[in-house]
Protein backbone atom coordinates (compact mmCIF):
# COMPACT_ATOMS: atom_id res chain seq x y z
CA UNK A 1 0.00 0.00 0.00
CA UNK A 2 1.45 3.33 -1.04
CA UNK A 3 -0.35 6.88 -1.07
CA UNK A 4 2.05 9.55 -4.12
CA UNK A 5 1.09 13.03 -3.45
CA UNK A 6 1.35 14.36 -7.42
CA UNK A 7 1.45 18.23 -6.39
CA UNK A 8 2.05 19.44 -10.38
CA UNK A 9 -1.58 18.08 -11.16
CA UNK A 10 -3.29 18.75 -8.09
CA UNK A 11 -4.49 14.89 -8.26
CA UNK A 12 -3.56 12.67 -5.34
CA UNK A 13 -3.55 8.96 -6.63
CA UNK A 14 -4.29 6.11 -3.59
CA UNK A 15 -3.38 2.62 -5.17
CA UNK A 16 -4.54 0.85 -1.94
CA UNK A 17 -8.22 1.46 -3.41
CA UNK A 18 -7.53 2.79 -6.92
CA UNK A 19 -9.90 6.05 -6.41
CA UNK A 20 -8.70 9.26 -7.76
CA UNK A 21 -9.53 12.86 -5.57
CA UNK A 22 -8.71 15.88 -7.23
CA UNK A 23 -7.17 18.06 -4.70
CA UNK A 24 -9.11 20.72 -3.53
CA UNK A 25 -7.98 24.27 -3.87
CA UNK A 26 -8.53 27.43 -1.84
CA UNK A 27 -7.24 30.75 -3.02
CA UNK A 28 -6.42 33.79 -1.26
CA UNK A 29 -7.71 37.66 -1.60
CA UNK A 30 -6.42 40.47 0.58
CA UNK A 31 -8.21 43.66 0.84
CA UNK A 32 -7.73 46.94 3.36
CA UNK A 33 -7.46 50.23 3.33
CA UNK A 34 -4.77 52.35 1.37
CA UNK A 35 -2.02 49.78 0.23
CA UNK A 36 -2.48 47.49 3.16
CA UNK A 37 -3.35 44.55 1.12
CA UNK A 38 -0.67 45.01 -0.93
CA UNK A 39 1.88 45.66 1.29
CA UNK A 40 0.67 42.11 3.16
CA UNK A 41 0.97 40.13 0.03
CA UNK A 42 5.04 41.75 -0.53
CA UNK A 43 5.77 40.68 2.98
CA UNK A 44 4.23 37.10 2.37
CA UNK A 45 6.49 36.84 -1.34
CA UNK A 46 9.20 37.73 0.97
CA UNK A 47 9.14 34.64 3.54
CA UNK A 48 7.84 32.11 1.36
CA UNK A 49 7.91 33.47 -2.87
CA UNK A 50 5.55 33.43 -5.28
CA UNK A 51 2.01 32.47 -4.71
CA UNK A 52 -0.61 31.62 -7.53
CA UNK A 53 -3.69 31.71 -5.73
CA UNK A 54 -3.01 34.64 -3.96
CA UNK A 55 -4.74 38.37 -4.83
CA UNK A 56 -4.21 41.95 -3.65
CA UNK A 57 -7.20 44.39 -4.05
CA UNK A 58 -6.17 47.53 -2.57
CA UNK A 59 -8.61 50.63 -1.55
CA UNK A 60 -6.67 53.62 -2.63
CA UNK A 61 -8.12 56.82 -1.58
CA UNK A 62 -10.75 58.51 -3.05
CA UNK A 63 -12.02 54.74 -4.83
CA UNK A 64 -15.70 54.08 -4.98
CA UNK A 65 -17.62 51.24 -3.46
CA UNK A 66 -18.73 50.32 -7.07
CA UNK A 67 -14.32 50.20 -8.26
CA UNK A 68 -14.20 48.15 -5.06
CA UNK A 69 -16.69 46.08 -5.69
CA UNK A 70 -15.29 45.20 -9.31
CA UNK A 71 -12.05 44.94 -8.49
CA UNK A 72 -12.92 41.68 -5.63
CA UNK A 73 -15.26 40.46 -8.53
CA UNK A 74 -12.07 40.32 -10.72
CA UNK A 75 -9.97 38.86 -8.46
CA UNK A 76 -12.35 35.96 -7.66
CA UNK A 77 -13.38 35.12 -10.73
CA UNK A 78 -9.38 35.06 -11.66
CA UNK A 79 -9.57 31.69 -9.26
CA UNK A 80 -12.58 29.97 -11.17
CA UNK A 81 -10.44 27.19 -10.47
CA UNK A 82 -10.61 26.95 -6.54
CA UNK A 83 -13.07 25.50 -4.97
CA UNK A 84 -13.17 28.05 -2.33
CA UNK A 85 -12.17 31.57 -1.37
CA UNK A 86 -11.38 33.21 1.38
CA UNK A 87 -10.93 36.59 2.02
CA UNK A 88 -9.26 38.44 4.33
CA UNK A 89 -9.63 42.01 5.03
CA UNK A 90 -7.89 44.23 7.38
CA UNK A 91 -10.74 45.32 9.60
CA UNK A 92 -14.25 44.88 10.58
CA UNK A 93 -16.93 47.91 9.54
CA UNK A 94 -14.63 49.34 6.83
CA UNK A 95 -15.58 49.06 2.86
CA UNK A 96 -13.34 46.60 1.86
CA UNK A 97 -15.44 44.57 4.87
CA UNK A 98 -18.62 45.36 3.48
CA UNK A 99 -17.73 44.65 0.04
CA UNK A 100 -16.35 41.37 0.33
CA UNK A 101 -19.04 40.47 2.93
CA UNK A 102 -21.65 40.94 0.07
CA UNK A 103 -19.98 39.33 -2.78
CA UNK A 104 -20.71 36.32 -0.13
CA UNK A 105 -24.37 36.39 -1.09
CA UNK A 106 -23.62 35.76 -4.92
CA UNK A 107 -20.41 33.40 -4.88
CA UNK A 108 -20.99 30.80 -2.69
CA UNK A 109 -17.00 30.00 -2.56
CA UNK A 110 -16.07 32.88 -0.37
CA UNK A 111 -15.87 33.41 2.99
CA UNK A 112 -14.43 36.55 4.78
CA UNK A 113 -12.05 36.51 7.99
CA UNK A 114 -11.33 40.40 8.98
CA UNK A 115 -8.76 41.52 11.53
CA UNK A 116 -5.94 40.04 9.47
CA UNK A 117 -2.39 40.23 10.31
CA UNK A 118 0.93 38.71 8.82
CA UNK A 119 1.15 35.97 10.69
CA UNK A 120 -2.71 34.58 9.80
CA UNK A 121 -1.45 35.31 6.26
CA UNK A 122 1.38 33.59 6.19
CA UNK A 123 -0.50 30.14 8.33
CA UNK A 124 -3.34 30.64 5.68
CA UNK A 125 -0.78 31.03 2.51
CA UNK A 126 1.34 27.84 3.32
CA UNK A 127 -1.74 25.61 4.44
CA UNK A 128 -3.20 27.00 1.11
CA UNK A 129 -0.44 25.79 -1.31
CA UNK A 130 -0.33 22.64 0.30
CA UNK A 131 -3.85 21.58 -0.17
CA UNK A 132 -4.69 19.71 2.46
CA UNK A 133 -7.54 21.98 4.47
CA UNK A 134 -10.81 21.13 2.45
CA UNK A 135 -13.36 23.96 4.81
CA UNK A 136 -12.60 27.28 3.98
CA UNK A 137 -15.11 27.70 7.09
CA UNK A 138 -13.36 25.94 9.56
CA UNK A 139 -9.52 26.95 8.40
CA UNK A 140 -10.99 30.57 8.66
CA UNK A 141 -12.11 30.28 12.87
CA UNK A 142 -8.55 28.28 13.21
CA UNK A 143 -7.02 31.35 12.01
CA UNK A 144 -9.33 33.64 14.60
CA UNK A 145 -7.63 31.80 17.29
CA UNK A 146 -4.27 31.81 15.88
CA UNK A 147 -4.58 34.93 15.44
CA UNK A 148 -5.63 35.64 18.92
CA UNK A 149 -2.65 34.08 19.86
CA UNK A 150 0.01 36.55 17.67
CA UNK A 151 -1.14 38.95 19.60
CA UNK A 152 0.83 40.64 22.95
CA UNK A 153 3.11 42.75 24.34
CA UNK A 154 6.61 42.89 25.42
CA UNK A 155 8.10 45.85 27.98
CA UNK A 156 12.01 45.35 28.95
CA UNK A 157 12.13 45.83 32.11
CA UNK A 158 15.45 47.34 33.64
CA UNK A 159 17.32 45.06 35.95
CA UNK A 160 17.09 45.42 39.88
CA UNK A 161 20.91 46.67 39.88
CA UNK A 162 19.75 49.43 36.88
CA UNK A 163 16.49 50.22 38.83
CA UNK A 164 18.50 50.78 42.22
CA UNK A 165 20.65 53.37 40.56
CA UNK A 166 18.00 55.28 39.02
CA UNK A 167 16.52 56.00 42.39
CA UNK A 168 19.64 56.96 43.64
CA UNK A 169 20.26 59.20 41.03
CA UNK A 170 16.46 60.97 42.00
CA UNK A 171 17.65 61.54 45.14
Not at 111 to 119: C, D, Q
Request: hydrophobic content about 40%; charged content about 25%; proline content about 2%.
Amino acid sequence: MYIVYDIEDYKIKAAANTRRMEKRMTGLIITGHGQFASGLVSALELLIGHQELLAAVDFESGQSWDTLMEHLKDAAGAMQTCDELLILCDMIGGSPYKCAAALTDADPRLTVLYGINLGMALELAIRCRMGLDHNAPALAGEMVATGKAQIGMYRSEPEKSDRKEQEDNLR
